[in-house]
């Protein structure tokens, strides 16, 4: 099957670098639903957060009334067999984070051993049970979660494997301080039975410490020109 890829440019509320939700538990905002490039698409029913779509203003014999309409990021996809189930995963995902649900979060990983999460501080997360007790040991000390994720692109592995790839902002309150992080996520998707399951993350800081980056990766110094 070809593989296509899909571009998701999104502004809306993800996972936290050095925290202990990202770190050990998380990694991903705003909630991405997909439309063709065709006719608009019309605005789905709204579940936990903010859904992405296009509102179309329909015309009414009277003027409307002014109102406050949250921006929502537009999708383009093509009409790729799965790509939809794939955005709806990663949506759950998502607003579980945002929600610091467990249940919802552990539901869109793959129920095995031999699941993997490279986590955004530097550790090793081994199995789906390791997975849902790390959430369960932050979530309970986690307010306030917002979550933004941008850049996101999908591209479909065949007709049942997935790359999911995006940028992300979290901030939220952990044991009474807030706190915030940014970085990039990677997420391998499998089809497994009718499901789109989650099998390998791998998140990592933006701006890590300059002192865990070698030498030769570093960027190089801005240089200025002497005076004249």
């Known amino acids: 099957m070809t ?3 899909i ?4 502004s809306i509320i993800l996972a936290v670098a050095n925290v202990p939700a990202l770190a050990q538990n998380t990694n991903s905002s705003s909630t991405v639903r997909p439309r063709t490039t065709g006719a608009p698409a019309t605005p789905a029913s709204k579940p936990v957060d903010s859904k992405i779509g296009i509102d179309v203003q329909q015309p009414t014999t009277t003027q409307p009334a002014a109102s406050r309409t949250a921006i929502k990021p ?76 941008r850049d ?48 390998h993350l791998h998140t990592s800081p933006d701006r890590p410490d300059p002192s865990r980056v070698l030498p030769s990766e570093q960027a190089p110094a801005a240089t200025t020109s002497p005076a004249p």
Do not use: H
């Open 74 to 149: 537009k999708v383009t996809t093509a009409d790729t067999p799965g790509s939809q189930s794939v955005v709806a995963a990663f949506n759950a995902l998502l607003d579980g984070i945002r929600n610091a649900n467990v249940k919802s979060v552990a539901g869109v990983y793959w129920n095995s051993p031999r699941l993997i999460l490279f986590n955004n501080n530097g550790t090793v997360t081994r199995g789906w049970e390791q997975m849902r007790r790390n959430r369960e040991s932050s979530y309970r000390d986690l307010k306030d979660v917002k979550l933004e994720v």
């Open 152 to 199: 996101v692109a999908i591209t479909m592995l065949g007709r049942d494997g997935a790359l999911v790839t995006c940028q992300w902002t979290q901030s939220q309150t952990y044991k009474g301080t807030p706190e915030t992080a940014t970085g990039r996520m990677s997420l391998v998707f499998k089809r497994v039975g009718k499901d789109w399951k989650a099998i």
């Open 3 to 5: 593989i296509r890829n």
């Open 7 to 10: 571009f998701v440019s999104a």
